[in-house]
């Protein structure tokens, strides 16, 4: 079970870091076509070839560890890749971190040690296939629902003008969009299941075929949520949905089940709270800060902040560090565009 972990924390660290990688090289590429001057420019950038790399490895890793585990021990840990990605951005890419963010980390880390702790590995010894069609018309009927009220809600703005932030609109984008990622990571450990029972091998590459078609119309409702809203509700709406999203398809259509043993169920729930109280945290922390007393705000308010407010402009360390974005991403995003994120 911990090599599960490991190779989880591995992957979804290579798929965050890889994009952050990739984001950085695109800033000096033209937006990415066939044609073969464009193709020559992104293969000769060494930064975003690294990033492309580090991203399908990370991509790899999580088929592996998808391979060997349950989906409720993988997807929550996968979710664990946006503190993955804070911890890269401070060290490397020198970002300023506040005390929130590392105790979002912190608890995220507890969190995966509790799910390495408490999860155990299952035997699948049969699909419930019967429940797979109950599982699929749940997901639509769902998607359903959320575009009409989708629908009806730009419909009222659009009559009432509302302006300001559309709330409803970043909500249900996250929510789909997260969905789909959690899906993606059951299709793909049906893909392994199947192939061990005994089914051709062909449903192995087929799984993961369909998965990474889940994973991109899932990246395309994220980017529609980005572009309309603030990535921090979009990005805390698809964190947790995933995780949600693929422990419960995980039960449904793979027939997981909780830990029997008390003190093995108890620390995997534990590990799914921090998991998912961490990324909330992490996400929100800067405008948590915000509405705290000043006393407090000054205390969260790391070392590096401090020391990073009162440089000045003109010394050798003063300077402007390298422009960084910072992309929230959750787990199993198999393939990206640079241009989508460039845009």
Not at 36 to 44: D, G, I, P, T
Not at 262 to 270: D, H, V
Not at 280 to 288: C, G
């Amino acid at each position: 079970m911990w090599e599960s972990v490991a190779l989880t924390l591995a992957g979804t660290a290579g798929n965050n870091i890889g994009k952050v990688l990739q984001k950085k090289g695109t800033l000096i590429l033209p937006p990415l076509s066939l044609k073969l001057k464009v193709v020559k420019a992104y293969a000769s950038n060494q930064l975003w070839i690294s990033g492309f790399l580090m991203d399908m490895c990370g991509a790899a890793l999580m088929l592996t560890a998808l391979s060997q585990a349950p989906v409720s021990v993988v997807q929550p840990i996968a979710g664990c890749g946006l503190a993955v990605l804070c911890v890269f951005s401070h060290f490397y890419l020198k970002e300023v971190m506040n005390g929130l963010d590392w105790v979002a980390i912190t608890l995220a880390g507890l969190g995966t040690i509790g799910v390495g702790v408490g999860g155990e590995e299952q035997k699948v010894d049969q699909i419930p296939l019967l429940n797979i069609p109950w599982l699929v018309l749940s997901v639509v009927i769902l998607f359903v629902l959320l575009n009409t009220w989708l629908h009806m809600y730009k419909k009222q703005r659009r009559e009432q003008e509302l302006t300001g932030p559309e709330v409803i609109e970043e909500i249900i984008y996250g929510l789909e969009s997260g969905i789909l990622f959690g899906i993606s990571s059951v299709i793909s450990k049906m893909g392994f299941v199947m192939s061990e029972m005994g089914f051709p091998k062909i449903v192995v590459p087929a799984a993961i075929s369909c998965s990474v078609c889940c994973s991109a119309v899932g990246f395309v409702y994220q980017t529609r949520g980005l572009k309309h809203g603030r990535a921090i509700v979009v990005s805390t709406c698809t964190s947790v949905a995933s995780i949600v999203s693929g422990v419960v398809a995980g039960m449904i259509a793979l027939d997981e089940h909780l830990p029997k043993a008390p003190t093995a169920r108890f620390f995997l729930l534990l590990g799914w709270f921090f998991i998912i109280t961490g990324v909330i945290l992490l996400v929100s922390s800067t405008r948590l800060i915000a509405r705290l007393p000043r006393p407090v705000q000054k205390f969260l308010k790391s070392n590096l902040e401090r020391t990073h407010s009162i440089r000045r402009p003109g010394s050798a360390r003063g300077k402007d560090p390298i422009p960084t974005t910072t992309i929230h991403t959750s787990s199993l995003h198999l393939l990206t565009s640079p241009t989508k994120e460039k845009a």
